[in-house]
């Protein structure tokens, strides 16, 4: 067991390895495999067995631990393979768990570890920066989902869409991780302790763990989700001048269906003939050359005489000699 533990850990994870020795090697993937919507009592599946039944898209979430594993250094990683869908649904998840639990759990354990007398001060100042602090993380968090995030869903729905991404994330992250070293140090150095160190203690513990876990969240954000956004945007810039040509050359489909008609009818609008007249012309009513003009206007998306005119004239329907100016 051990053997195989240590060729796990010394190599890059693959979607062939059974997720069962992956977590057990690293208890913090637990974390990671939960914000996929990934539960346990997966057996003895492989990665991509376990990601398949779950529809988890297995190169995102084999890139994310083993970065993990890695130690999640800060430096960006090869994204090719990435979904940033996946990744998208990952980081909300990971909001979630934070501010829906984390710090409500660890708030809760904090009340019954200090001393929230009147004579202890102490104790009312270390709980108030511990609520600001975790007002401080949710308005990041909300900015993100609300600013950042939402910018990224267009990107995925095909809008290129404009606005000061330079630095999407990180411009908040080293400020929360700071305040959260500076908590813990509160406790360490200036808070008095009982007799009865135990529950203190294990809160302390689960802030560092916080602190690391919120740690690799932000770079996860930096160095995995921003490398692949920043490829989907270039990708939707690319698409752009494909799809406009599609727009022209459906356009031009659109102009090909003109109905012999109907082309009669530009041509007697680029004369400048009225309705009545081009009906007494072509001989028909009034109302069937109001129709015939309403179709031309939807198929060729021109709405004026003198556009249908300009049509007429590039299209060599009819000369410049014939057009009354």
């Known amino acids: 067991m051990i053997a195989i533990r240590r060729s796990y850990m010394a190599g890059q994870y693959k979607s062939t390895d059974k997720l069962s020795f992956v977590i057990a090697n690293d208890y913090r993937l637990l974390q990671v495999m939960s914000r996929f919507g990934i539960s346990l009592g997966f057996g003895e599946k492989t990665i991509m067995e376990v990601c398949r039944q779950c529809g988890v898209d297995a190169d995102t979430f084999l890139t994310i631990i083993n970065y993990v594993k890695d130690g999640a250094d800060n430096r960006p990683q090869r994204v090719e393979q990435v979904s940033v869908a996946s990744v998208l649904g990952y980081l909300k998840r990971t909001h979630k768990y934070f501010l829906g639990y984390l710090f409500t759990n660890i708030r809760f354990h904090l009340l019954n570890a200090i001393d929230c007398s009147v004579q202890n001060e102490i104790a009312f100042l270390v709980l108030k920066f511990f609520d600001e602090y975790v007002e401080e993380v949710r308005k990041h968090m909300e900015y993100e989902e609300s600013t950042v ?39 360490m150095q200036y808070y008095p302790q009982t007799e009865n160190n135990e529950k203190l203690n294990a809160v302390i513990i689960s802030i560092y763990q916080a602190e690391e876990d919120l740690s690799i969240h932000s770079l996860v954000e930096d160095n995995i989700f921003v490398p692949a956004v920043r490829r989907l945007e270039h990708q939707t810039k690319m698409r752009q001048p494909v ?43 009034v109302n069937t050359v109001t129709t015939h003009r309403r179709n031309i206007a939807r198929k060729l998306q021109i709405h004026s005489p003198a556009g249908i005119t300009i049509y007429a004239i590039v299209n060599k329907l009819v000369t410049l000699n014939e057009v009354i100016i």
Do not use: M, P
């Open 149 to 187: 995030y939402a910018y990224v869903e267009k990107l995925l729905d095909g809008e290129c869409v404009s606005i000061d991404n330079s630095h999407l994330l990180s411009r908040h992250h080293e400020a929360i991780e700071s305040k959260l070293k500076e908590l813990k140090n509160l406790f």
């Open 243 to 285: 799809e406009e040509e599609t727009q022209n050359t459906a356009s031009s489909s659109s102009e090909e269906q003109l109905s012999e008609r109907e082309k009669e009818i530009v041509v007697c609008v680029a004369k400048g003939l009225s309705n009545k007249e081009i009906a007494d012309t072509l001989c028909l009513s």
